[in-house]
């Protein structure tokens, strides 16, 4: 990935923090150090051999993709084991755009799901892949979540792209745990006909649940993880069946979200689609 970027840079920043793409290789081991603390040591994700010894989450999409990165621009000692040139590295999403998936054997999402057949049916469209969103606990907060969607919202305008897709995880593999959330999912938030996509056939798991059926929106909600809540607020699709990822002990579903489906009132806050952006 070529990293001389400077246009496509700083994408977005409030009360001392700062997102951004990744300027450097170095930047992007900043942040697979970052996704590995939160993955393997906060959460319950096992990591591969080499991943215990490097302390790094990383695969070859990530040498492909652009890092966007939000950085508390407080100064910080360099004891910080996430310190970058202009602060601290807090949190990070892997974007990766269809053209660029296209040169290099597909995106990540198709390991798990069928994307061939809505591809080929929007040959008009340009899709982004979201991807291994991760924010360190104690920067969890509303600012930093929104900061990090006004920089994918600021790339997608950049780059001219019309849908956003990517695999979204709750945790845990005991899928009768998550019975009530896969059941509204399904039967609520179900992608139509023409923007649907399928779980492979080998890792497809069924998430109706006959003895789910009628849970109400309320409730349902309740039990999202925020990530899964923010698209469906904004106007995204789930994909037909889920998949359990051992590696990450989650169980994940697609999200589909067409940029056309995102509310007006939206805009007024992160900018409109044609609305010049400014660093």
Known sequence: MNYQQPALNVLGGRS???????????????????RYQVFYEELSASPSESASQSRMDADHFDDICDH???????????QSRFAVHDGEMVGTYRLLRQDVAQ????????????????????????????????????YRTKPVVELLWQGIWNYVRQHGLDVMLGCASLDGVDVAQHALTLDFLARNCKAPPEWNARALPERYVE???????????KT???????????????????????????????TDVLIILPV????????????????AITG
């Not at 966007?68 to 360099?78: A, D, I, K, S």
């Not at 198709?110 to 606990?137: T, W």
Request: proline share 6%; charged share 20%; glycine share 10%.
């Open 207 to 217: 998430m109706k649940s006959e003895g789910a059926n009628g849970l109400d929106a």
């Open 68 to 78: 966007l990165v939000v950085v508390n621009q407080t100064p910080v000692g360099q």
């Open 260 to 275: 056309a489906n995102i509310s007006p009132r939206y805009f007024a806050h992160f900018g409109q689609p044609d609305e």
């Open 103 to 138: 040169e290099n054997g597909g995106f990540y999402t198709q390991s798990e799901f069928d994307l061939a057949p809505l591809l080929a049916s929007k040959p008009e469209l340009s899709f982004l892949e979201l991807g291994r969103s991760c924010v360190l606990k104690e």
């Open 16 to 34: 001392g923090l700062c997102v951004r793409l990744a300027q450097s290789s170095g930047e992007v081991a900043i942040a697979q150090r970052l």
């Open 220 to 250: 349902a909600l309740k039990t999202l993880p925020p990530l899964i809540k923010g698209y469906l607020r904004l106007g995204c699709y789930i994909g037909e069946g889920a998949v359990i990822d051992w590696q990450f002990n989650t």
